[in-house]
């Protein structure tokens, strides 16, 4: 642990404090109802609060947050359209004017319910405007629980580059609570699932282990199993906040996935963890062309990733241009294409230069894969 790091796990709550800038929040992982929020919102009792929704969580969430907590009712709630697709600068533009023709001010408080596209955009907007207004995330996805509500990562897309507008900034407080899962179907489970097993391939055999054996995907609704994933990313997290150095193990299967996910963005959208599932599978199959990963212990992957989630056929054409959107990933470096790749299921190198022919031979490998499939 860190001189500038505390982190501390309770039996069902986690308490991680960033000490730089002074900048504290907590993460309480059970019931909202019996969580700090309402002696938060106390704080901003003379605040105007703003929550900003998807379609979806206004439909399904929205209501169980306003009618537990009465100091809510007041509140704005501002509508974002569903999808990564809608995570876009224009979309920001109206929200920040919305804001701007409501009054709110630099004290006030934005409360993000929804998914990792609602908490990455949200986090945006309240970080963005006015040089920054605090936030808070309520995530109700699986994804947005275990990923993408943690870490202090916000931003948005530009084209199909994906989050290639963002900063860091970190919510006061983030509430997590697994009754909000009740509201999803399986496949927005399994968009969860691909970001544990993410973890646990980077960094637990044990825990990809156990994931493995999970008899039916509704059994991720279950507080420990999500404790223990975000366990490990809160670990490399605090190691490397900024993403200097080990923080980059978190990238594996997203050079080439957020590529894929970008190239279908416009046309027949996939879900962020089924475009880093299939990015896993190929960037694991780079692992063990360059003789790092053993081909039985690819196979191993393969064969599980490829039974929960679907392969995607794509053409000569295809391949091309999702080679030309990895080019401009962020994590590139002087038109070198950079990624994570495994050792071994749970252990991660990252600053690994790949080339451009490894890619298409790993795209072109899975599109034979996904061809036999079909």
């Known amino acids: 642990m860190t001189e500038d790091y505390l982190f501390l796990l309770k039996i069902n709550e986690f308490l991680y404090m960033n000490l730089f800038k002074s ?39 929205l209501e169980y947050l306003l ?7 007041e509140a704005e709630v501002m509508l974002l359209p569903v999808g990564e697709e809608n995570k ?6 109206q929200v920040w004017q919305a804001l701007t023709d409501y009054q709110v001010g630099r004290k006030d408080l934005v409360i993000n319910l929804g998914g990792g596209v609602v908490t990455d955009m949200g986090g945006f907007i309240a970080s963005i405007y006015k040089r920054g207004i605090d936030f808070i995330h309520i995530p109700t996805s699986l994804l947005g629980m275990v990923d993408a509500s943690i870490g202090g990562k916000v931003g948005i897309d530009l084209g199909p580059y994906k989050n290639q507008l963002g900063v860091f900034s970190h919510p006061k407080k983030i509430y997590i609570d697994t009754i ?21 391939l980077i960094n637990d055999k044990s825990q990809w282990e156990k994931l493995k054996k999970i008899p039916s995907i509704d059994q991720l609704i279950d507080e420990k199993i999500i404790i223990d994933s975000i366990k490990v990313k809160f670990d490399l997290v605090e190691k490397d906040p900024l993403e200097k150095n080990v923080r980059k193990k978190l990238n594996f299967g997203h050079t080439i996935g957020h590529a894929i996910e970008g190239y279908f963005i416009d046309t027949t959208p996939i879900s962020h963890g089924h475009a880093v599932a299939i990015g896993m599978l190929a960037e694991s199959f780079i692992s063990m062309k360059q003789q790092r990963l053993k081909s039985e212990v690819f196979y191993d992957i393969e064969l599980f990733l490829t039974t929960k989630f679907p392969m995607i056929q794509l053409d000569e054409d295809a391949i091309k241009e999702i080679i030309q959107i990895a080019k401009n990933d962020k994590k590139n470096e002087s038109g070198r294409i950079f990624c994570a790749l495994l050792n071994e299921i749970g252990e991660c190198s990252i ?15 899975l599109n034979k894969f996904a061809i036999s499939m079909n």
Do not use: R, W
């Open 351 to 365: 600053d690994n230069e790949i080339q451009e022919n490894e890619i298409a031979d790993a795209l072109f490998y």
């Open 88 to 93: 876009v600068m224009e979309v920001c533009f």
């Open 67 to 73: 009618t537990s907590f009465d100091s809510l009712k």
């Open 180 to 200: 909000f899962l009740g509201t999803l179907p399986e496949k927005e489970l399994l968009n969860g699932f691909a970001e544990m097993l993410k973890h646990a």
């Open 23 to 61: 900048n504290a929040f907590t993460i309480e992982v059970g019931s909202i109802i019996d969580s700090s929020l309402n002696e938060l919102l106390t704080t901003y009792a003379q605040s105007k609060i703003v929550i900003i929704v998807d379609e979806n969580t206004h439909d399904n969430c």
